[in-house]
């Protein structure tokens, strides 16, 4: 293969696409970053927050793996806050609210400050392969790019057309255009495509709102940041959030207006999250509910624009005022711009391998929100992985796969490649087996010395994982080491720290380390036991993923394979006898079928 | 494993050899409609759940006159494509026509259990049910039959769906409280009361156990006492009143003599034992050593005595108090301390000793409803024990406050093992052992 000075081109500046380019950029590799509109790098284009529920421990992945997501969050955060607090820390997620404004320019700096990347504002209309090997791309400018490897973020702008009540109108996101050329020509080289839809809730101006009628919902005081690079003693604003309620009158106004909705006329005939729904849908699902929670945030500090989370919606703007208005402290609520739905291209994921590259298109990665997933974290960690594979691909003919037990990167990346995603994926925690040991305090643990053996990490970033590492290490002898007398028995300080009772920041520890160190080590000692538990259930499940299925493995060979389950199989060609099992619609027996013809292989 | 090669269309005899008026021969495959054909010599498709009158040939030779019926998959036994052929009865005729079949490469011979392994695999039935066809076969006794045929009908297995829904509802609760309700908690009373009430309900089915074992395997009911008290004749004129489903076993006055016999309903083997009296002789210690392990391995023992003074023997030997107290010889002894006299000449205390031992074997099972029962095997045994003792232990970190991380994953751990029994994953080697057990034709 011929390399050029810059052999990727990622194309899109959002966050799948920032976290592909940097992640070249620190592994020493020149790439490309093929935008629209430069000003646009890094945009948080709906709700000004980072992390959440399950999507935390991503982002806690994606700094451990390099990624720049949460550092860029601690540095403009306005608000954070522990979720889950009350359910054991296997679940704890941070979430922070984020200044938008902030929070795209600390992106925008650093992608511009990297000599690594050379932007080109333009937009690809075509792509060129070359014996089944990506050769070119074509700009809209008519420049031919000649590259070995694109990776394409679009995001939502894949013949994007968004939808206000009975108005539509082509668009990538709100007031910028969409992209056109990139479908065809997947298309032309055999992908399938199909559409997905999401929606995004009106902004309020602040000063319409009587702040004095809803409730306050504060951030933390006591701050655990996602980066590990972010220093304990940063401080932040600590903006609060509020919270206010909808009614039945709310609801009496979104049912009779329910024919004027694009999704309930049919205007929209994608499918829409189920996880994240409008608020119509939500009405008309649970109907017995005489109220939903909204959740005002600011967009930024001192921000005049507030973000409805919760009324997501796609109705007429006439209807989102008036049913906005039935809401106590909104009666005389003003709209800076209405909420949308928009409808895109997706390219079902069965079509790439786990590294995220197209099974049949060497040097063609998808990464992102046309993957069919939504969300900012899950569309951060693809592009990560995406870039890294593309140098691996390319310059080293290697490549970097996280396993399930290993990280939620990797629960996220299998389930996308092997499930039938018919709507938009969203990161939770139920979807991971290994749960207990993929947790927020320990990302690092899991995944840095990963990083450190693909050198995807910045040499000062080794070095604070290094110090946390020795620290970590230091505690956890000295924990085994020391024991203590406790109602006359004696036991080592580790097993003490077993009794949920017992607190690892109430004792005497000689050595000094820093809380988040600390803290791993007191959840490592909690958890051994019911870790030794999950791992003993899902053994069998490891057992499966080792069992490698050929590449060319014919499945028409394996005898009485239900008809239903071996098209899936023939469609998403599963890699492994893991995959195999977890791919939607594939029956059981079938799959017991399958391994008893492999291992007698 | 050898059941794989399932795109084989295979062939048995389904009756046992020997000299019968009929033969049944069973055919499965994917589709037969040719074989048919072929083999009847009609132009037409089959109807399928018909019988019809046909002549079976093989390239023109007449093989026999038959009774042939049709089944259509995936309506039918194995979710394939099923002939049953009615040939005539003896050694000869059958095997001529699966041997001619096969030698023309339109069949193979069916591996033992395959075709009930051809409907499991193609989830015409479950791993319960699959099991219940061997142990209805297997069965000697109403019971026994009873409790496999319910099985088959899916008794036990949904019951176990009906436990696993219930136990989905309340994973599914703590799952979207996990992964989308930030603040609130499930109230911890009301999850250790419905996991409670799942836990409760395999208990019931556990408690089939002693019972499932024991219809399985029969009642040990021993006899003992001094020699010459009268046990050879009370053995004798038992079997003599019950049906006799085994023929005794030949055997010295010192070694031990089986026989089985039906009684309402339970298999009930009954074992004469050497008598029992104090020597010195190797031999004859060696007797009475044999009868002590059998008195400690009965489930009930029969023990007959002539005077009052004899009771000390069995007292001595029947720790467990499990014994029936049988003065023999009621026409010339007369004692009390018996719970039943009898005489073997004229008859006499024979009816009160039977109903006296079902009492006994209804207490020995510890049930009097039958019907409230269920049969599992060792296997269904097994699983449900972990089921229990994994639940128990989920209800036990309850009261300790677990955190809900936790206790979903025990949930999940919970599912994992209740999916085992009816359907198991990855586990090759418990499908192969259940179905190599089965007899080939079935």
């Known amino acids: ?601 | 494993m050898h059941y794989l090669y399932t795109e084989d269309v295979i062939i048995a005899q389904c009756t046992s050899g020997g000299i019968g008026s009929i033969n049944v021969i069973r055919i499965s495959g994917e589709c037969l409609r040719g074989l048919y054909k072929k083999i009847t010599k009609t132009k037409n498709n089959p109807v399928p759940n018909t019988i019809i009158q046909k002549k079976i040939y093989i390239n023109d030779n007449l093989l026999d006159h038959c009774l042939i019926s049709y089944f259509m998959g995936p309506n039918s036994f194995t979710g394939e494509d099923i002939i049953e052929i009615n040939c005539h009865g003896g050694d000869f005729i059958a095997h001529n026509i699966i041997t001619k079949i096969c030698n023309e490469k339109m069949a193979r011979n069916a591996l033992p259990g395959e075709f009930t392994f051809r409907g499991y695999s193609n989830g015409k039935i479950d791993l319960i049910q699959a099991e219940s066809i061997n142990d209805l076969v297997k069965s000697e006794t109403d019971v026994f039959a009873n409790k496999s045929m319910e099985n088959l009908g899916g008794r036990l297995s949904n019951e176990i769906k009906a436990i696993k829904k219930h136990i989905l509802k309340i994973t599914s609760k703590i799952e979207y409280e996990l992964d989308l309700n930030e603040d609130e908690c499930e109230n911890t009373k009301n999850l250790y009361d419905e996991i409670k009430s799942a836990i409760d309900r395999l208990k019931k089915i556990n408690s089939s156990t002693l019972f499932s074992n024991i219809i399985e395997r029969g009642l040990r009911v021993v006899l003992a006492g001094k020699p010459n008290a009268g046990k050879s004749s009370l053995f004798n004129h038992l079997l003599g009143y019950g049906r006799s489903i085994v023929s005794e076993t030949q055997g010295t006055t010192r070694d031990t003599v089986e026989a089985v016999f039906e009684l309402s309903g339970y298999r009930v083997k009954i074992i004469d034992t050497a008598g029992y009296w104090e020597s010195e002789n190797i031999v004859e210690l060696m007797g009475i050593k044999k009868t002590e392990n059998e008195i400690l391995e009965a489930d009930i023992i029969l023990f007959l005595g002539e005077k009052k003074l004899d009771l000390s023997l069995i007292k001595k030997l029947d720790s467990n108090n499990k014994s029936i107290k049988i003065l023999s010889k009621s026409d010339v002894n007369k004692s009390n301390g018996y719970d039943v006299s009898v005489s073997t000449l004229n008859g006499d205390g024979i009816e009160e000793l039977l109903t006296l031992l079902l009492t006994r074997i209804h207490a020995v099972i510890k049930t009097r409803d039958v019907n409230a029962k269920y049969y599992i095997n060792r296997r269904q045994q097994n699983v449900i024990n972990r089921l229990i003792d994994s639940g128990n232990d989920m209800l036990n970190q309850l009261n300790k406050n677990i955190s809900h991380d936790i206790l979903a994953d025990l949930l999940h751990g919970f599912i994992d093992i209740l999916n085992e029994i009816i359907n198991p994953i990855n586990k090759a080697d418990i499908i192969n052992e259940i179905f190599s057990d089965f007899c080939v034709g079935k």
Request: with cysteine; net charge positive; aromatic share 8%.
């Open chain 1, 1 to 601: 293969m011929k390399h050029h000075d810059i052999a990727i081109a990622v194309v899109g500046g959002g966050h799948a696409g920032v976290e592909a380019a940097l992640a070249i950029s620190r592994m020493g590799r020149k790439c490309y970053m093929i935008t629209m509109d430069p000003s646009a790098i890094g945009r948080m284009s709906c709700n000004p927050a980072i992390g959440g529920l399950a999507k935390g421990h991503l982002v806690r992945e994606v700094d451990a793996l390099g990624g720049i997501m949460g550092e860029a969050a601690d540095q403009t955060a306005i608000q954070f806050k522990t979720l889950n607090k009350s359910k054991g820390r296997a679940v704890w997620s941070q979430r922070a609210q984020v200044d938008k404004i902030k929070y795209s320019k600390f992106i925008y700096d650093a992608v511009l400050a990297d000599s690594n990347i050379s932007i080109i504002c333009d937009e690809v209309v075509d792509i060129g392969v070359d014996n089944s090997a990506i050769s070119s791309c074509g700009l809209r400018s008519g420049r031919i790019l000649n590259i070995s490897s694109i990776i394409i973020t679009a995001g939502t702008f894949l013949s994007g057309k968004i939808h206000v009540g009975s108005s539509s109108y082509l668009a990538g996101r709100f007031a910028e255009p969409p992209s056109v050329g990139i479908t065809s020509s997947l298309v032309d080289l055999g992908f399938v495509t199909h559409r997905l839809k999401t929606g995004t809730p009106p902004r309020l101006l602040k000063s319409s709102i009587d702040w004095d009628k809803l409730d306050l919902s504060p951030g933390d005081d006591d701050i655990n940041f996602f980066s590990i690079k972010t220093k304990g003693d940063h401080k932040i604003e600590n903006i609060p959030c509020y919270l206010a309620h909808t009614n039945e009158n709310t609801h009496k106004i979104l049912q009779s207006n329910l024919s004027r909705s694009p999704m309930y006329s049919g205007k929209i005939n994608a499918t829409g999250p189920r996880y994240c729904p409008s608020v119509e849908d939500k009405v008309v699902r649970f109907k017995d509910r005489t109220s939903h929670q909204l959740f005002l945030e600011p967009e930024w500090a001192g921000s005049k624009q507030i973000y409805v989370n919760g009324f997501s919606t796609s109705m007429p703007e006439d209807v989102q005022i008036q049913a906005l208005r039935t809401v106590r402290g909104l009666e005389e609520c003003q709209l800076i711009r209405p909420g949308y739905a928009i409808e895109y291209d997706y390219f079902p994921t069965y079509q790439l391998k786990s590294t995220l590259e197209s099974k049949t298109v060497r040097g063609l990665f998808l990464a992102g929100q046309m993957n069919g997933t939504s969300g900012y974290e899950e569309a951060a960690a693809q592009g990560l992985v995406a870039g890294i594979n593309s140098v691996l691909s390319i310059f080293y003919d290697d490549s970097f796969i996280i396993r399930r037990d290993q990280g939620y990167i990797g629960v996220l990346i299998d389930d996308l490649i092997t499930k039938n995603i018919n709507e938009p994926y969203r990161m939770f925690t139920s979807r991971a087996e290994y749960r207990l040991s993929l947790r927020q305090d320990n990302a690092d643990l899991r995944l840095s010395g990963l990083a450190l053996k693909y050198g995807l990490l910045t040499k000062k970033h080794a070095k604070i994982y290094n110090d946390f590492l020795q620290e970590y290490q230091k505690i956890k002898n000295y924990l085994h080491k020391t024991k203590v007398k406790f109602n006359n028995k004696t036991q080592t300080l580790w097993d003490h720290l077993k009794k949920p009772e017992s607190n690892i920041f109430n004792m005497s520890i000689k050595i000094p380390a820093r809380p988040s160190v600390l803290f791993a080590v007191e959840s490592e000692t909690k958890y051994e036991g019911y870790i030794s538990i999950q791992s003993d259930r899902v053994k069998n499940i490891k057992k499966l993923e080792n069992i490698k299925i050929p590449r060319t493995f014919n499945f028409l060979g394996v005898p009485n394979l239900s008809s239903e389950s071996l098209e899936k199989l023939m469609i998403v060609k599963p890699e492994t006898l893991g995959q195999a099992i977890r791919i939607d619609g594939v029956r059981q027996s079938d799959v017991s079928m399958l391994s008893l013809y492999l291992y007698k292989k």
